[in-house]
């Protein structure tokens, strides 16, 4: 019997899906790509995947390179440089991860995952919290690091303490060390008690400057990520993430394509939870 969501899309269908990423190395978007051949393969499509290395041209190349192929609708994580963004009309496109101004999509709610994976520090005693934020042209970094200052100011009763504590890194392992670098390389009593990494990798990369500078994890400092990639519960001692639903926001982003013939967008974005996965990484502080 025909998949009737098959039915739902409009003339004759290539049975393909693309999906263009920013970064295939990233272990965040490697198992996105993963959950959505699962999904498309659910329904009898099958996906082809392009990597646009975050750059806007090569990202126009991508959608272009798809659309000649015929497929029935594109995924795409755009790249930051979304000010150059032109979409094609007539073929579904779904946003996913990264939303942009003007554009609907799917992702985690950034911002109320970082304010969960704070508040679970608050609740353990922290207030010297730390934050690697993202690049700052990144708009999923932007959101994560509103999480975090909304949850310090209630932490803190609007004290605006929290600033000194930030880290601008990319999402990488050693731009992550070389944050925890920067925000523990201070006198005991000045440094975090407690770092929040916009990223797993951050975090871990966070967990070796931790060690070389020789503060143990979790007795001396804290430390939680965000994603909830398979090597968070790897590490040793296994990291305390916030995990997206990276599963579900394939699926959605796959339902979409499947029954969307329409010019890009949903209305109104979609936003999935986050949750905490509570590794061994975080304790209460130790008194000064």
Known sequence: MPDPSARSM???????????IPDLTNPFFSEL?????????????????????????????RIGQLTSRKVDGIILVPSNDFHTLKLPK??????????????????????????LGVEHLVK???????????????????????????????????????APLIAEAAF????????????????????????????????????????????PIPAALSIVGFDGIPLASMTTPRLT??????????????AVLLSKQDAPGLGKPLLLGCEISEGETTSSPQPD
């Open 124 to 162: 353990l005693g922290h207030r010297r919290i730390g934050f690697i934020s993202g690049p700052k042209d990144s708009v999923p970094a932007n959101d994560r690091l509103k999480g975090y200052l909304d949850a310090m100011e209630l932490a803190c009763d609007g004290e605006q303490n929290a």
């Open 33 to 61: 790509v993963q959950s959505a051949e699962q999904a498309a393969a659910r329904h009898g499509y099958n996906i082809i995947v392009m990597t646009s290395f975050d750059h806007a041209a090569k990202e126009a190349d």
């Open 10 to 20: 409009r003339g004759k269908v290539s049975r393909l899906i693309g999906i263009i």
């Open 241 to 254: 993430t916030v995990k997206q639903p990276i599963q579900e926001i394939a699926a959605a982003a796959v």
């Open 90 to 115: 007539g073929l579904p496109i779904v946003i996913v991860d990264r939303l942009l101004p003007g554009y609907s999509g799917i992702a985690a709610d950034h911002r109320s995952g970082v304010r």
């Open 172 to 215: 990488d392992y050693e731009s992550g060390r070389s944050a925890g670098n920067y925000l523990l390389a201070r006198a005991r009593h000045e440094r975090p008690t407690a770092i929040f990494a916009s990223s797993d990798q951050q975090a871990i990369g966070c967990m070796r400057a931790a060690h070389d500078l020789g503060i």
